[in-house]
């Protein structure tokens, strides 16, 4: 094993060792439900001993899988498989919206008749949630496409939306796909998730397959329950020590964007382990997960544990069987942190790459807050930024708008009591600070969207924002200027009207 010490830009220490050497593994898994756990030794998903070869070999070979390859093995009915090698993969959730939705169907009845079946109905999971709440009448034509197309194929997971004026009186629907599919129990250990959405990702979380793909594959998809995939290389991320209570799983990800760049796991998948990583909740895995695209990433993955059995409990009834990398696994390359000397974090613009302490950009001004989306719209993530606001007693200086991701989440901030806050809502106390009234939920202005969606940038303004990118135009306005930061960092910027360490407030 060749290691290298570096020492980054921040003050954090990390140890970033290129290695294809073995690393533990989980003796067993579980057959999980909601309700039961049965430990069970498994040998499929494992490579077999190989039979033996002609005479001019060494003899028998076994080859440990990673995580990424067991599942993808598994769903592949392989007993092994290596990086590179191109498989035939049953999947066992299809998600799309309304962006990809109208393409993708197109493309299935083209391909397949005008009057085909999906492979299975109950394995499609259709959730509106990008341009939703618009007087756009092509944006509004696309949920109308949705609609028509669950009715005609009788699809089970049809999340509607049919009054646009109040989102509370459509009982159906959800908000942001990637934290509604978590909510609503179609995240699972060891399964394949496919989705029209590049953050498709995030559902790496429970220790499954998840990557976003365009609407070609969709609509084959959507045919036949089956997509060819390359399987990716493993890079692994070891993060260890304690968290402090000033950072948060978005600085984690902002911290390794930084170290690899935007291209350094491109078609990889990057597993995360680590001490700190098994003390994250299920949110602030997904939001660890949710950016592994921005680093180029195929997929992203934590292994299954306690927490995410007990996230799972009452939101499924169906089996899962989570899997673990072996000890013989091989990994391209192993990054390790001590998460304990980290601070926080912002992305500059114009890329998610541009790493800066928050403290070494107190003099940037800024005109806005946005907090919100997959990323950023949770309710762990309104519970941070409302902890800041309270630990300050202050004001707002900066207009700061508030999109939860789902109804779900929206209802948490207007019923949940914050931790010492005396019994006080998160939605009292963004009232106190003088925020926006929480928005509709929805993917809001994180991509733009059209003109008249809420906290969209429609000027060349500054922006902290809990988003996952800040490219240009992303928000809105091509010469806005997006500055990624956690719901602790955006909250304290807000109170300043500058880019601000939340240890100001925090400490």
Not at 421 to 447: H, R, V, Y
Request: glycine share 8%; aromatic share 8%; hydrophobic share 35%.
């Amino acid at each position: 094993m060749a290691s290298l010490t570096i020492f980054p830009s921040s003050s954090a220490f990390i140890k970033k060792d290129v290695s294809l050497s073995a690393f533990s593994s989980q003796p067993s898994f579980y057959v999980k439900s909601s309700k039961k756990r049965v430990c069970k030794k498994i040998a499929s998903v494992m490579a077999p001993q190989q039979s033996e070869r002609k005479p001019s070999t060494t003899g028998s070979v076994k080859t440990g899988l990673t995580l990424t390859e067991k599942i993808l093995a598994r769903a592949s009915e392989k007993t092994q498989l290596v990086p590179g090698e191109n498989v035939w993969v049953n999947v066992d959730i299809l998600m799309t919206h309304d962006v990809c939705g109208p393409g993708a169907f197109g493309i299935f009845k083209k391909e397949f008749g005008e009057n085909a079946k999906v492979w299975d109905r109950e394995k499609v999971v259709i959730i509106p949630d990008h341009y939703i709440f618009t007087t756009d009448e092509r944006a509004n034509r696309n949920v109308d496409i949705l609609r028509d197309f669950c009715t005609e194929q009788n699809i089970k997971y049809f999340y509607d939306i049919k009054d646009l004026g109040n989102f509370k009186a459509n009982p159906d629907y959800k908000g942001v796909c990637h934290v509604a599919l978590a909510q609503e129990g179609h995240c699972r250990p060891g399964e394949v998730l496919l989705g029209t959405d590049s953050h498709t990702c995030t559902a790496g979380a429970f220790g499954q397959f998840a990557t976003g793909i365009g609407n070609t594959d969709a609509g084959f998809v959507l045919g036949t329950g089956k997509l060819l995939l390359k399987v990716p290389p493993t890079l692994r991320f070891v993060m260890d020590g304690e968290m402090p209570d000033y950072l948060l799983a978005k600085d984690l990800i902002l911290q390794i964007i930084g170290e690899i760049s935007v291209a350094g796991a491109t078609y990889k998948a990057m597993e995360f382990v680590g001490t700190t990583v098994e003390s994250l909740t299920m949110e602030e895995r997904m939001t660890l997960c949710n950016m592994v695209v921005e680093a180029g990433g195929k997929n992203g993955v934590v292994p299954a544990d306690n927490t995410t059995y007990k996230y799972l409990e009452e939101k499924t009834n169906l089996p899962y069987e989570p899997v673990y990398s072996d000890g013989q696994a091989r990994f391209l390359q192993e990054y390790k942190f001590d998460v304990s000397k980290l601070e926080p974090l912002v992305a500059k613009p114009h890329s998610p790459d541009n790493r800066a302490l928050a403290r070494e950009c107190k003099d940037v001004k800024i005109d806005r807050v946005y907090i919100g989306s997959c990323t950023g719209g949770k309710t762990e993530d309104f519970m941070a930024a409302a902890k800041v606001f309270l630990a300050s007693g202050k004001k707002v200086k900066v207009p700061t708008f508030l999109v939860p991701a789902t109804q779900k989440v929206w209802m948490d901030v207007y019923s949940l009591p914050v931790p010492g806050s005396g019994g006080k809502t998160c939605s009292q106390i963004f009232e106190e600070a003088g925020c926006d009234t929480p928005a509709s939920p929805s993917c809001g202005a994180c991509l733009g969207g059209p003109r008249d969606t809420y906290a969209r940038m429609n000027e060349p303004q500054v922006c902290v924002s809990t988003t996952n990118r800040n490219f240009p135009g992303r928000m809105g306005h091509k010469e806005g200027q997006v500055y990624l930061a956690s719901p602790y960092t955006a909250a304290a910027s807000a109170l300043t009207g500058f880019v601000t360490d939340p240890r100001e407030f925090l400490q």
